[in-house]
T-cell receptor, first 113, second 109 residues
Framework: KAGVTQTPRYLIKTRGQQVTLSCSPI?????VSWYQQTPGQGLQFLFE???????NKGNFPGRFSGRQFSNSRSEMNVSTLELGDSALYLC????????????FGNGTRLTVT | EDQVTQSPEALRLQEGESSSLNCSYT??????LFWYRQDPGKGPEFLFT???AGEEKEKERLKATLTKKESFLHITAPKPEDSATYLC??????????FGKGTMLLVSP
C-alpha cells in the first residue's frame, strides 16, 4: 500500500511570494491534516480536512489556507511568505474515526529567503 | 491550553544499555496518546496508540506505557538502528494532535 505522498520535497521561495504544497493520502483515507515542523516549536497543527470540508484549524494566520478535493488529495497554500515560514510542512492522512492514528508523508522543506 | 512535554531532550546510550523516555501531558478531553519515531529528513512513523491508564504496547525492543499524567517509552537493549527522534502526541479530537518536542536518541555501537 502506497504511503502519503507529498510534492515537492524541497522549495525555495522569496519573501512576499506564495506557495502551494500538494499531498496525496493513503488510499481509503478520507482525512488529511497538515502540520508545520520547526526546530523551535516542534510540530504544530495547521488544519484538517474531511470530505472536502475543513473540520479543524490551528492557530495560524489567514495566510495559511488549504483545501481538499473529492479524491481526498489536498493542497495547502501560503501567501505573502515570511522568513519565519521556513519549515518542514508535513501532511498526514487517517481513516478519520476518532482514534485512528495519523500516517505522515516525508514532508515538503520550504525555505524562504 | 493543551501541553505535552518530553524529557530528556536528548539521550545518548551505548548499544545494549536500556533506558526510558518520558512524555507528560496536560490535555483536556484526552482520548489517547500516540508514539512516533522520526528519522532525519523523513516524516514521523507511527509506533503505538495508548488509550487508557495501565495500558501497555510492545514492538521489538520498544514498550510504551500510559498513566493518568504521563507515558513512558522503554527501550530494552537498544541497537544503533534505534537512533531517531521519538515523538509523543496527545489527541482529543479528530486528527488534531498536540505534539511534544521529542527526544533525540543516539545509540552508539
Amino acid at each position: 500500500k502506497a504511503g502519503v505522498t507529498q510534492t515537492p520535497r524541497y522549495l525555495i521561495k522569496t519573501r512576499g511570494q506564495q506557495v502551494t504544497l500538494s499531498c496525496s493520502p493513503i488510499s481509503g483515507h478520507r482525512s488529511v491534516s497538515w502540520y508545520q515542523q520547526t526546530p523551535g516549536q516542534g510540530l504544530q497543527f495547521l488544519f484538517e480536512y474531511f470530505s472536502e470540508t475543513q473540520r479543524n484549524k490551528g492557530n495560524f494566520p489567514g495566510r495559511f489556507s488549504g483545501r481538499q478535493f473529492s479524491n481526498s488529495r489536498s493542497e495547502m497554500n501560503v501567501s505573502t511568505l515570511e522568513l519565519g515560514d521556513s519549515a518542514l510542512y508535513l501532511c498526514a492522512s487517517s481513516l478519520a474515526d476518532l482514534n485512528s492514528p495519523l500516517h505522515f508523508g516525508n514532508g515538503t522543506r520550504l525555505t524562504v529567503t | 491550553e493543551d501541553q505535552v512535554t518530553q524529557s530528556p531532550e536528548a539521550l545518548r546510550l551505548q548499544e545494549g544499555e536500556s533506558s526510558s523516555l518520558n512524555c507528560s501531558y496536560t490535555v483536556s478531553g484526552l482520548r489517547g496518546l500516540f508514539w512516533y519515531r522520526q528519522d532525519p529528513g523523513k516524516g514521523p512513523e507511527f509506533l503505538f496508540t495508548l488509550y487508557s491508564a495501565g495500558e501497555e504496547k510492545e514492538k521489538e525492543r520498544l514498550k510504551a506505557t500510559l498513566t493518568k499524567k504521563e507515558s513512558f517509552l522503554h527501550i530494552t537493549a537498544p541497537k544503533p538502528e534505534d537512533s531517531a527522534t521519538y515523538l509523543c502526541a496527545a489527541f482529543s479530537g479528530y486528527s488534531t494532535l498536540t505534539f511534544g518536542k521529542g527526544t533525540m536518541l543516539l545509540v552508539s555501537p
